[in-house]
């Protein structure tokens, strides 16, 4: 298979996963130099190939140019569709969540219910909703959910002068805002859904999603200190035997441990060492800091993948990283 559809879609089963967006803490745009750059590579690296029909030039994309050239790790901020029955389930409602909105409103197959669960109330992760299309059509549903009391406040807030000219209550959608209680399993949208906090300012959750004997774990926003090397760590337990777990790595272990130390967020190298802990299948990166360019999170995949390699070399161990537009099976 093309490397660039084994980015596409990875594995096989019944949840599908979609990550609409994957930066963390601002939205990381792409500049006209940037294109041109990569452009400049694709062409340079071509000059030692005679492509002259169209398959050529498909077959020496996918095969001979890094995906930090031909692609984009892209510029959203967290959100991530989980299908796995007729309702749309979605953790986060980042800026990933208007390119969700848009992609809805093309395949316009009528009213709509949507299931929205927030790890937690930094901007990041609602400043996508004031552009959700299906927000402002009547007969579409909207539930969120969340271990924060004041979720709907958090929402209205948002959209309340001076910070943005449409209000909440403008919206023709009928929301529903519901408070969930850590630890308690609750079924949502076709699946069996559990919180758990987690060590970030302000308090931020990770969900467990199961259905069948299937399971994913969506982790954003997430420190974890020296107690993760104790075997009895709960999080540990949370994430165990996990067929996806998709987890914050914002940070190099240098900037996690000392000089963004309690900013709430984890890196490469402790991902790993947790997925490896609790027999975790398949780790997906998440919360890319926006600062990073394409080459750089190219690199810190294959270092990641060269750690995991030296950490436990007898554990198979999938890794990738996301971008907007990722699809996993599960």
């Known amino acids: 298979m093309p490397e660039d559809k084994k980015r596409r879609t990875i594995g096989m089963g019944n949840m599908k996963v979609t990550i609409w967006g994957s930066r963390g803490s601002l939205p990381a745009s792409i500049t006209a130099e940037q294109v041109r750059d990569k452009i400049f590579k694709a062409l340079e690296a071509s000059q030692n190939y005679q492509l002259k029909t169209t398959k050529e030039i498909n077959a020496f994309i996918e095969s001979k140019v890094p995906f930090s050239?031909?692609?984009c790790y892209g510029s959203n901020t967290s959100c991530v569709e989980i299908r796995g029955g007729k309702d749309h389930v979605l953790f986060d409602a980042g800026t990933g969540l208007r390119d969700f909105g848009n992609h809805i409103?093309?395949?316009a197959k009528g009213p709509d219910s949507f299931h929205i669960l927030l790890s937690h109330l930094h901007w990041d992760h609602l400043q996508g909703f004031p552009f959700f299309i299906p927000a402002y059509i009547k007969d579409n549903r909207i539930n969120f959910y969340g271990c924060h009391e004041n979720l709907k406040a958090a929402f209205f807030n948002q959209q309340s002068?001076?910070?943005?000219?449409?209000?909440?209550?403008?919206?023709?959608?009928?929301?529903?805002f519901t408070q969930l209680e850590p630890e308690k399993e609750y079924d949502i949208g076709g699946f069996r859904i559990k919180g758990m906090e987690q060590n970030h300012p302000g308090k931020s959750y990770?969900?467990?999603?199961k259905k069948g004997d299937k399971k994913i774990v969506y982790?954003?926003?997430?420190?974890?200190?020296?107690?993760?090397d104790?075997?009895?760590?709960?999080?540990?337990q949370f994430i165990k035997n996990a067929d996806l777990l998709i987890l914050d790595t914002q940070y190099s272990l240098l900037e996690a441990i000392y000089t963004k130390e309690n900013w709430g967020h984890s890196s490469n190298i402790i991902a790993v060492e947790l997925a490896v802990k609790a027999g975790v299948k398949h780790l997906c990166m998440f919360h890319s800091e926006p600062v990073l360019g394409d080459e750089t999170?190219?690199?810190?995949?294959?270092?990641?993948?060269?750690?995991?390699?030296?950490?436990a070399d007898s554990y198979s161990l999938k890794i990738s990283l996301a971008y907007d537009g990722l699809?996993?099976?599960?």
């Open 327 to 330: 699809k996993i099976e599960v």
């Open 105 to 107: 409103i093309r395949a």
């Open 219 to 228: 982790s954003t926003d997430s420190e974890h200190k020296e107690n993760v």
């Open 297 to 311: 999170l190219d690199k810190i995949l294959e270092d990641t993948k060269r750690y995991a390699e030296l950490y």
């Open 230 to 236: 104790d075997r009895s760590y709960p999080f540990l």
């Open 161 to 176: 002068p001076p910070y943005f000219p449409v209000p909440l209550t403008a919206m023709s959608a009928d929301l529903q």
């Open 69 to 71: 050239v031909k692609g």
């Open 206 to 209: 990770s969900y467990c999603i």
